[in-house]
Structures are given as C-alpha cells and as structure tokens.
Nanobody
Framework: QVQLVESGGGSVQAGGSLRLSCAVSGHTYSPDFMGWFRQAPGKEREGVATLVSGGTTTYADSVKGRFTISQDIAKNTLYLQMNSLTPEDTAMYYC????????????????????WGQGTQVTVSS
C-alpha cells in the first residue's frame, strides 16, 4: 500500500523559509503526478504546486516565484521549498499523488489525486 508522509512544517515569522518533505513508501517508484496542496481553516483545499514525472511543474499564482517543488527520485521524496512566507501561507499542507491521470481535471485540482498524506502544519506569524 502506497503511503505519503509529510514532514518539515512548523512556525516561522513572515519573510522566513521552510522546506516540506513528502516521503513515498510502498511502491518501487513515486507517483507520476505529485503535488502539494494546502487548506486553511474554513477554506477549501487548494493546489499549491505540482510536478509531473519528466519535470514539468505548475504553480498557483499566489506562490509563483516564492515556492519551488522538486523531487529526489532516488529517495522517493517530494519537496516544497517555501521562501518569503507570509501569514496568508498559514495552512495545513498536504502531499498528494496519483500514478495515472484521473480525468481532465487541472493538475492543481485535488480531484486529480487519489493518494494523500496526513498533512503538516505551517504557521506564519507577522
């Protein structure tokens, strides 16, 4: 059974940085489509960044230029480097994946993914 386990969340001040990690286990290779999502209290889960095997990345407009998604294939680990954090980035961050497209949903849509981690909290104070 494939499992995704996030780590690296925490509390930082505005302007700071964090790097989230998502370790994939239970399969010989990571899902072909992977992404980071976040959900703030009272808000819907939103896509932050996605990575397709081969290297194509997609970012939400709100994080472009500040966040970078990457992958270490040898370690079966997905990363999200977050710089210039603002209080608006405060949320629970989730790692997601799928081994095949689930439909014609945007890669930033949660509907595109059927594997989810438990989440890691990111809190940014002003």
């Amino acid at each position: 059974q494939v499992q995704l386990v996030e780590s690296g969340g925490g509390s930082v001040q505005a302007g700071g940085s964090l790097r989230l990690s998502c370790a994939v286990s239970g399969h010989t290779y990571s899902p072909d489509f992977m992404g980071w999502f976040r959900q703030a209290p009272g808000k819907e889960r939103e896509g932050v960044a996605t990575l397709v095997s081969g290297g194509t990345t997609t970012y939400a407009d709100s994080v472009k230029g500040r966040f970078t998604i990457s992958q270490d294939i040898a370690k079966n680990t997905l990363y999200l480097q977050m710089n210039s954090l603002t209080p608006e980035d405060t949320a629970m961050y989730y790692c997601a994946g799928t081994y095949r497209r689930l439909g014609w949903y945007s890669l930033l849509s949660p509907l595109q993914y059927n594997l989810w981690g438990q989440g890691t909290q990111v809190t940014v104070s002003s």
